[in-house]
């Protein structure tokens, strides 16, 4: 039987493919994050590991648990880009993701930022909790409506799909954008031309060198002064301090973002931005999805210490 270290605390039905197969679990009491050090220090002696999207899985951590027994890597997580994929492959230790099963769920809190943050939902709270409501307003918190509007998605993976099949209920059309054509309708070739004609953009896209700051003062420029950008994806994608300028110039009407580059660290200027609607990376955070993703990480690390092919193993 193998020794897994489990870098957090997980649901506990998540952790059953673990002790199905008698495998030892390796965690701290105390769920405080291993810092670097310590990961590179706890790697050495187990062969499997599941991780969180916050634990930073780099060549050191992967080069120190290869010289041990280290076989698999198993995040619970979609996003992978906390992982050196390309140095996994060549120590051939496994990485295996939670593709599928959080794609509703995070759809969903896509639909929740699209309504808030043209709704003004965040602003209209704030008021109301700080006694600023005066009562009814005929031209108080004037939001833009969703319905009916222009979506573009930019990705159009698996929760963008989803995030498509919300808005239809919203009577929205839906554009969207990808590197390859999808051969699906609403694909439009140009990044520039879905930023240029969408009252909504949702992003979701993988962070990739190609990704990173995909979104800044240019492509802003390009968004209608009406429009609203959506990012439950990755927070480097977009570029928050061109984003700051944006949402307090008026060169863009509003944000709802759950993620930001630098975790959990937050842009002041975001903080401070209006018509901003802010989450703290909530996107999977459901006690059936967030259950189902670790089950999935540790079903994934259990397969490749057996000899199974995993299902949800990366293919770099
Ligand atoms: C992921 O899985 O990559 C999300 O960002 C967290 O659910």
Known sequence: ??????????????????????????????????SHDELVAAVGDVDGMVCLLTDPIDGAVLRAGAAGRLRVVGTAAVGFDNIDV?????LGVAVCNTPGVLDKTTADLAFLLILAASRLASEAERDL????WGGWGFMDHLGRDVHGTVLGLVGYGRIAREVARRAEGFAMEVLHHARRTTGFPGYVAGLDELLATADVVSLHVPLTEETRRLVGARELGLMKPTAVLVNTARGPVVDEEALADALESGGIYAAGLDVFDGEPVVNPR??????????????????????????????????????RTAPNLLRP
């Open 86 to 90: 390309a140095t996994a492959a060549e």
């Open 1 to 34: 039987m193998a020794r897994v270290l489990v870098t957090r605390q997980l649901p506990a039905a998540g952790l059953e493919p673990l002790h199905q197969e008698g495998h030892t679990i390796v965690q701290r009491l105390d769920d405080e994050p291993f």
């Open 270 to 307: 975001l903080l401070a931005a209006p018509r901003t609607v802010l989450l703290p990376h909530i996107g999977s955070a459901t006690i059936g999805t967030r259950t189902k993703m670790a089950r999935l990480a540790c079903q994934g690390v259990c397969d490749v210490l057996a000899g």
């Open 129 to 132: 909790r700080a006694g600023r």
